[in-house]
């Protein structure tokens, strides 16, 4: 039986396009934690045959969102509100790992940060993203059924 994060993560990614799009891989969340991967794929090269930079700021963003998600109660939600992204060494082959966590959550903001591995374990690139932390409201639609809304 899955855990009930991965689970819910799993869930909520059927509507994350763009991820299903370049081919994001959840391979374990624990609370604070969470490791995605990334199958090589050369639509996703630049010109110089390495994956595109921006695909690896994709990862770091959306590996410590998956790590903040797992400490968040189910009224809440939490945008990207400042990133930085220091990149190391060309990612050219197999597939690419990103480890994010949680470095700490107060009541507005929180902060993860995250490191992407090749595929034999060099370290690619580092990042650290603050996240503005919303409260869901509710919203009655017409027949009287609760929506939620992310404000």
Partial sequence: MKKALQQREEDLML?????????????EINEGTAVIALPFNEKLLQSANMIHGGVLSVLIDSVIGTAIRSVLNDDTFAVTAEMNVNYFRPAMKGTIRAKGKVINKGRSLVVGSAD????????????????????????????????????
């Fill in 15 to 27: 509507k994350n396009h763009f991820r299903q799009f370049i081919g994001v891989q959840i391979e």
């Fill in 116 to 151: 992407i591995f090749s595929e034999d374990g060099k370290l690619l690139a580092t990042g650290r993203a603050t996240y503005a932390i919303k409260e869901k409201k509710q919203k009655k639609n017409r027949t009287g059924g609760i929506i939620w809304q992310k404000n």
